[in-house]
């Protein structure tokens, strides 16, 4: 049974920095894409990053290109979002996702984690 747990969220002031991990179980970690995404209140859940299994392919949202860095440390099974120069319209519950193919929507993912939470404080 695969499990993704979300941790690393956290209130922080905009400019500022937070890190983000997704521990995964269940499944041969190295074998599938793994992704971010995030919702924020009111609005639908949103594509933010996305990294194949070896960790060579990456692909980032616009709003998020530039500031957010995703990796992956297959030794450890550990999905990583690293997320820099903040902004109040960050603030949203961001998940990690896996699945058996790279891609950019929801229904690309089978498996999901229950987030976390990132607040950005202006």
């Known amino acids: 049974q695969v499990q993704l747990v979300e941790s690393g969220g956290g209130l922080v002031q905009a400019g500022g920095s937070l890190r983000l991990s997704c521990a995964a179980s269940?499944?041969?970690?190295?074998?599938?894409?793994m992704a971010w995404f995030r919702q924020a209140p009111g609005k639908e859940r949103e594509f933010v990053a996305a990294?194949?299994?070896?960790?060579?392919?990456?692909h980032y949202s616009d709003s998020v290109k530039g500031r957010f860095f995703i990796s992956r440390d297959n030794a450890k099974n550990t999905l990583f979002l690293h997320m820099n120069s903040l902004k109040p319209e960050d603030t949203a519950v961001y998940y990690c996702a896996q699945g058996a193919t790279q891609g950019f929507t929801q229904q690309d993912y089978p498996y999901w984690g229950r987030g976390t939470q990132v607040t950005v404080s202006s």
């Open positions: 269940g499944r041969t970690f190295s074998h599938y894409e």
């Open positions: 990294i194949s299994w070896g960790g060579g392919s990456t």
